[in-house]
């Protein structure tokens, strides 16, 4: 499988990758001890008892990270040269241990490089949803994408 060429992406066009994700106690341990995140509400039940979540969070940033790799086979895998950047970056409802992940990209804009004629940029809003429908995160990112090699 390989990702689009920037002739590929059309703005507008909304992509609902198929590929899905359930969240575990254990990605979400492992992910805040290896980036040495100690915050109690993602690693500490007593404490998250105490919080008027109930239950530990998942860590956001595995959470972003988890709705931009849903997206890469349908759209960067091998044709991406390099992420330039996600802003606009939100977390509107929390996601638990247990929660099935999905996501939707919409491309947003698709340009030429000004400086190299064999890439371009596109911006896309990638949106991931948990299974009851509700927004755990949002981003808008930019790649610089390969152009389809000359046949």
Same mark, same amino acid.
């Given at each position: 499988?390989?990702?689009?060429?920037? =002739?590929?992406? =059309?703005? &507008?066009?909304?992509?609902?990758?198929?590929?899905?994700?359930?969240?575990?106690?254990?990605?979400?341990?492992?992910?805040?001890?290896?980036?040495?995140?100690?915050?109690?509400?993602?690693?500490?039940?007593?404490?998250?008892?105490?919080?008027?979540? &109930?239950?530990?969070?998942?860590?956001?940033?595995?959470?972003?990270g988890l709705m931009i790799g849903i997206s890469v086979n349908d759209t960067t895998v091998g044709t991406?040269? @390099?992420?330039?950047?996600?802003? =606009?970056?939100?977390?509107?409802?929390?996601?638990?241990?247990?929660?099935?992940?999905?996501?939707?990209?919409?491309?947003?804009?698709?340009?030429?490089?000004?400086?190299? @004629?064999?890439? &371009?940029?596109?911006?896309?809003?990638?949106?991931?949803?948990?299974?009851? &429908?509700?927004?755990?995160?949002?981003?808008?990112?930019?790649?610089?994408?390969?152009k389809r090699p000359a046949q």
């Open positions: 499988m390989r990702g689009m060429y920037l =002739e590929e992406f =059309e703005p &507008g066009a909304v992509i609902s990758h198929t590929l899905r994700r359930t969240v575990t106690e254990m990605d979400n341990m492992m992910f805040s001890n290896m980036t040495l995140n100690p915050q109690p509400l993602h690693i500490d039940y007593e404490f998250c008892k105490t919080t008027e979540f &109930g239950q530990p969070l998942v860590n956001s940033l595995f959470t972003l991406t040269i @390099a992420n330039l950047g996600m802003n =606009e970056v939100t977390f509107p409802n929390p996601l638990f241990h247990g929660d099935t992940v999905r996501v939707e990209t919409k491309v947003l804009s698709v340009r030429d490089s000004k400086s190299k @004629a064999d890439r &371009g940029i596109v911006e896309m809003e990638h949106q991931a949803f948990k299974q009851d &429908g509700k927004l755990v995160a949002r981003c808008v990112r930019q790649a610089m994408m390969r």
